[in-house]
């Protein structure tokens, strides 16, 4: 079992920053790929952001690139979310998923944190 733990969400103004973190307990952190995902209000949960086991390789959603960035520290068992450059349409509940897979699927992941609220208002 992997227990994942959201911080860092709250409430922002557009063009602000927030970041974003994950703190795992359990199994090996450093087993699992990560990615983060998104639940904006009435709509479905979106992909965002993923990281390999060692941090080589990330990858993320087109609407995000250049804005948002995934880094993990294995040795604290946390994965960060650095997300600049705010907008409205980024309000959602972010979530963190640990998996063996790097994929944008939610399906590769099998352990999902609570969630955490990040609003950015206009």
């Known amino acids: 079992q992997v227990q994942l733990v959201e911080s860092g969400g709250g409430l922002v103004q557009a063009g602000g920053s927030l970041r974003l973190s994950c703190a795992a307990s359990?199994?090996?952190?450093?087993?699992?790929?990560m990615g983060w995902f998104r639940r904006p209000p009435g709509k479905e949960r979106e992909f965002v952001a993923g990281?390999?086991?060692?941090?080589?390789?990330?990858y993320s959603e087109d609407s995000v690139k250049g804005r948002f960035t995934i880094s993990r520290d294995n040795a604290k068992n946390t994965v960060y979310l650095q997300m600049n450059s705010l907008k409205p349409e980024d309000t959602a509940v972010y979530y963190c998923?640990?998996?063996?897979?790097?994929?944008?699927?939610?399906?590769?992941?099998?352990?999902w944190g609570q969630g955490t609220q990040v609003t950015v208002s206009s």
């Open positions: 998923a640990a998996g063996r897979w790097s994929t944008p699927y939610a399906g590769s992941y099998g352990y």
């Open positions: 359990g199994r090996t952190f450093s087993n699992y790929n």
């Open positions: 990281i390999s086991w060692s941090g080589a390789s990330t």
